[in-house]
């Protein structure tokens, strides 16, 4: 066994990777107020980053991190539920005028302060609808040490090349823990630049072409007056009520990602020939998943394994892959199965098992349990 | 070259008679007076009345959120670069002033290189005519007809409390121009708050009441203060480079492994008395032969009082799932990792209990080891002291790989390694 082992093993946490490909990946400013179990990705931050800003407030945090997209230089933040809460109208603001930057949001164990130390997987639905008016954000998720490294640069990527804000999900084990990792198994990062308008003609902050993405200039411009508006808004970038222009523009927030939704898709699927049962995880209970499988694996069983990374805008690719499936479990760290109900809505057809808990992380014996059930 | 900076000073989008009309055309008279082209200058405008002005302006234009403006301001003044020659200028109502008061008091403490301007009609005018923070004594306001127990909050004077570079409280009426010049002057943070009324709501509720008597009754003194204070740029900027997978990171294999599977161990402390750090150490001692290993920490909110536990898994096989829920070692050295083990203790049969002999020894059906760590090491070192135990009485790693690994721990340099050589 050991041979396999012997390549560049490294003792580390995920906060280390995350901020490492963060900034590989492009970002610039990383604005933070302190928050548990975050912490770590801000003290990392302060040691790499090429700006690092100490907000008063998640608000601010927010409205700062905005200043800087407008002037072209993407922005990170991480923080946990009761922090994001305050940020919610300020990620409207920024998805409004389509200036890009990427939300950490590290759970711990809700409702309110909860336990601050306790990881969870409880703010899914609050993610979902954190956008007014049904329009989401790019989400991405954690299941292990090497999405630290490629979901990060998948986030910073996406929201550069979307312009929009991305939230990276993942909780407190996922981001604290330390484990054991080939370093060798890091993929290079390439640096995502903003698409950058170009010409001598008339400049409209939101016009776009057939990609859905208005080319970005920053305020900074000296030939091009540039307008950034978080209100319903016409291509120039001035506030309007309803005219037909303003609020194609705000469909095509919904538009734009739909069209791009492919180049953001990233999930894992371990499958086998004849298994009826898939088993639906992210994030730290994807840990408890894989183990699962594997065991289950070991005993003869014959059992699927779909690690979601992108959460949202919902694949309907998941949905493909979960259909052909007589037992379908889905595990994932809260009361009730939040992604199980936003697939599957409030009553979800008798086949689609949840596995859930709250105060402490899933374990395999019960995902394992679960498929072996007759239920 | 044009320099407008409206495009029509006499078409404004505000009511007939509007304090707002005053404030935009005497900034573009000001910053015309500076020099100033409408490109240089980017406006942030917050939501109320005079935030629908944008469309007017030929400058950059970034509206946002009510109250906000200036938090976003902010973020783009401090990211500025320093030869940028651009104008940052926020506009403002009482309303947002009110509302996101903490953002003007956190930019003028940062010295934000930009220009704050209050449209004080002290009250609420998108909203029909509330009070705000900035509505005086004796002003009514249709929802507030007999406004009088409270007094207007002294926006300048606290700006001054803050170390405000530059504040000024000036009446809305007439030709301010060189006064909001004096302002935008400034190389770090300025606020100006513009005295004026709004017709449709101030006048209605205040038949007959003019501006000059409502700034004397009200108390508040048309003032300017100006501080000497360094415009720092830079200030954000630490300007790392070096990545942070850096060599002290990796662990290699340099002994074979000594056991096959998989062990889990789990360590229970109070804070403060190197739990964690003697977790981390027992993870990256069994990487030196090789094996894989995490750690998983648990302590209350408080990091100086309360448990410290941690989960450690080492295995010959890659690890999955880094919870541990029946640990086969516990190692417990205090009354608060006792509890905090506990449930764990009286659930497991199949455990070995490695308890300082200080405490009393729980019911379990596992086996319990009592056994002399806080005295022998001390409290501090009590978890490492255990940790040495549990590696050379229980063979799961080379003691060859614990010495070495020590002699690489930062703990070496401190306290010598007879310290638990001799201890077990
Ligand atoms: C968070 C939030 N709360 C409330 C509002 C509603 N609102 C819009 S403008 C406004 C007050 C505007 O007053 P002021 O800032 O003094 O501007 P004025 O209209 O007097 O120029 C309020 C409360 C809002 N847009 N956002
Ligand atoms: S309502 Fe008042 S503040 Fe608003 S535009 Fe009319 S006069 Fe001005
Ligand atoms: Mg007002």
Redesign the interface.
Known sequence: MTETINKQMAFIDGSRLITEACVRAGAEVFVGYPITPANLLYSYANQRYPAMMAAPDEITTLQWMTGYASLGKLPVTATSFPGYALMIESINMALMMELPMVIILVQRLGPATGTATNGAQGDLAVVHGSISGGFQLPTFCISNLQDCWEMSAKAVETAIKLRTPVVLLTSKEMVMTQMSFDLTKLTEIKKSELAVFEGDNLYKSYETKENLIPSFLPVTQNQHQVRFTASTHNKEGILQNTTPEALDNTRRLKAKLDLHLDEFLFYELDETESAETIILSFDITAQASREALHKLRDAGEKVDLLVAKTLFPMPDKYHQILASYKKVIIAEENLDGQYRHLLYGSKPPSHIKGVNAIGRMIQPEEIIKEVNSNG | MDNRFLIDSKDLPFCKGCGHAGVAQNTEKALQKMGYN??DV?FVTD?GCHG?I??SL????????HG?SV???????????KD?G?KVVVFIGDGGATIGM??LL?AAHHNFPMTVVIHNNMLYGMTGGQPSEFTPCGFNTPTAPNRSAIGAIDMVRLMEGVGAAYVSRISGIGDFSDELVEAFSQPGFSLVEVMEICPSYGVKSNPGMKLKQVIESSGLQLHKNKLERSVNHNE??????????TDK?????EF??VIKGTVRILLGGSAGEGTQSAA?FL??TA?L?????????????TVGVGFSAAEVIIS??P?????S?KPDYMLITSQDGLEYAMPRIKKSDTSVILLDSSLETPETASTVISTDLRSKAGSRNAAMLSVFKLIKDYGILSEASLLTAFSRNKLSTKVPVETFTANI
Request: cysteine-free.
């Open positions: 409408p490109l980017i939501i629908i944008d469309k030929r400058s950059h234009t970034v509206h946002g959120l906000r938090a976003l301001a902010g973020g783009i003044a401090a990211g500025l670069p940028s651009k903490q953002h956190v954000t900027y630490s300007g790392f480079n070096n990545s942070l997978l990171l990796v662990v290699e294999k074979d492994p981390e993870a990256r990487m032969s090789g094996l894989y290993a995490t750690k998983k920490g648990h302590y209350p909110v010959d096989k690890i999955y799932y880094s919870g829920t």
